[in-house]
C-alpha cells in the first residue's frame, strides 16, 4: 500500500506535466494563427527548413495622403485664383463666423504660400 505523500507527489508530478504540456499547445497554436499572415523559411545550418511567422508591419498609406495633400492645395489654389484675393478672404471670414465644423473648414481653407503660388500659376496658365 502506498502512502498518502507518495499519491500526492505523483498527482502533483502529473498536474506539472498537463501544465507545460498546456502552455506548450497553446504557444504552438499562437505561433499558428501568426503564420496565417504569412511566413519567413529559412534554412538552418544543419539543413533543416524552418518557417516563422512574418513580422506584421502595418503600411502607413503616405503616398495616398500626399495626392491627397496635393489635390486639397490645388483646390484651394484654383479657388483663390477663380474668386480672388479679396472675395476668397470674405468668404473665410463668414466661415470663421459659422459653428465648429465651418470654423474648421475655414482653418483648412486658409491661404497660405502654396495655395498662393498655384493660384499665380493658374492666373499665369489662364490669360
Known amino acids: 500500500m502506498r502512502h498518502s505523500w507518495a499519491i500526492h507527489c505523483e498527482v502533483s508530478v502529473m498536474s506539472g506535466i498537463q501544465v507545460s504540456f498546456d502552455k506548450r499547445l497553446k504557444r504552438i497554436v499562437r505561433r499558428h494563427e501568426r503564420m496565417a499572415n504569412g511566413v519567413v523559411q529559412r534554412v538552418t545550418s544543419d539543413g533543416l527548413i524552418v518557417a516563422r511567422p512574418r513580422l506584421y508591419k502595418p503600411h502607413f498609406p503616405l503616398r495616398s495622403v500626399a495626392i491627397l495633400m496635393c489635390v486639397g492645395f490645388l483646390f484651394k489654389g484654383l479657388a483663390l485664383s477663380y474668386l ?28 497660405d504660400p502654396a495655395t498662393r503660388f498655384i493660384a499665380d500659376q493658374v492666373a499665369i496658365l489662364l490669360r
Open 84 to 111: 480672388g484675393a479679396d472675395d476668397y478672404t470674405a468668404r473665410l471670414a463668414a466661415l470663421q463666423q459659422g459653428n465648429m465644423v465651418e470654423q474648421t473648414g475655414a482653418w483648412v481653407m486658409q491661404s
